[in-house]
């Protein structure tokens, strides 16, 4: 008689998961820290937008705000400033980059003069041009007066002049920071290829056009486009100048929002600012393209 024997195979054990990793407790003192940041980054930059959005979200608004004139003519006056006002300015602080760096005491403190208007508040600087162009007792109509013996022109009630006037105004007083900003991009230009260039006979503008320029080409078009986004946005120059007159005549998207604020038209409002985005969006975009790389 053969006698069997069963072998019993033991059971398998369940395979072990992956260790779960607990929270240190600086990692929960840090997200309990966060939280206040976040709640105060949802209250005053989230909830404001959203409540502008939804505040401009009837239809009517946008076809009432295309049917007035003044709209109309703000955009004209935003386009017209930009294009005057950002190609000057990034076009004179190219050029002024490149005379700071003269190594002379007296342009040190001509340097330092200049950037007063930048580093001064906006509303006394630009009441203070607003002053000397008044046309009865400003100092340009005086000193016309003393050397003619005839009052000069109401500066400001020409819509034209109004306009080229802010935008002076708006080029006088950012013009110290884009200058700057480029001078340091100068300095970073090695000294050796000048010394090179001068050896070969290189001139003024050839330096220019093969060594400045090529070097400085990516920083000059990342202010472009940083400063056009700045510049869509300034409220000052046009407002504290001409308040938008004569007869709402000078007015930019930047300022027309107040206007219709003060008439107690809040969607009007928020729909000047929705019809910016457009403007906007696509400079932001190509900003933080440029630099992410």
């Not at 003619?148 to 708006?170: C, I, K, S």
């Not at 300034?234 to 300022?255: E, I, K, M, R, W």
Request: some cysteine; charged content about 10%.
């Amino acid at each position: 008689m053969s006698t069997v024997t069963s072998t019993s195979t033991p059971a398998l054990a369940p395979a072990a998961g992956p260790p779960q990793a607990r929270m240190t407790s600086w990692q929960i003192w840090g997200m309990i820290l966060v939280v206040p940041y976040l709640l105060v980054f949802a209250l005053f930059v989230v909830y404001p937008v959203f409540y502008a959005f939804w505040l401009a979200h009837e239809p009517q608004s946008y076809v009432k705000l295309a049917n007035d004139p003044i709209f109309v003519r703000s955009v004209v006056n935003t386009l017209v400033f930009l294009f005057v006002a950002i190609n000057l300015k990034m076009a004179v602080a190219l050029g002024l980059s490149g005379f700071f760096l003269n190594d002379r005491w007296w342009i040190k403190i001509l340097a330092v003069i200049f950037i007063l208007p930048w580093a001064v508040p906006s509303i006394p600087t630009i009441l203070s041009v607003r002053f000397m162009l008044n046309p009865e007792w400003g100092l340009i109509n005086q000193t016309i007066f003393r050397l003619t013996y005839e009052d000069g022109p109401n500066w400001l009630n020409n819509p034209t002049l109004g306009l080229f006037f802010a935008a002076l105004v708006h080029i006088w007083k950012s013009l110290p920071f884009w200058t700057l900003i480029l001078v340091s991009g100068r300095l970073a230009i090695s000294a050796d290829l000048y010394e090179a260039a001068s050896v070969d006979g290189a001139t003024t503008l050839q330096k220019f056009r093969f060594i400045t320029w090529p070097s400085m080409q990516q920083l000059f078009m990342t202010c472009l486009i940083l400063s056009t986004i700045w510049s869509l946005g300034d409220f000052n120059s046009v407002y504290l100048l001409t308040g938008g007159g004569p007869a709402d005549l000078t007015h930019v998207l930047a300022t027309l929002g107040i206007r219709y604020l003060r008439l107690a038209e809040v969607d009007l409002s928020m729909a000047t600012i929705v019809f910016a985005l457009p403007l906007i969006l696509p400079l932001v975009y190509f900003m933080m393209k440029r630099l992410s790389k």
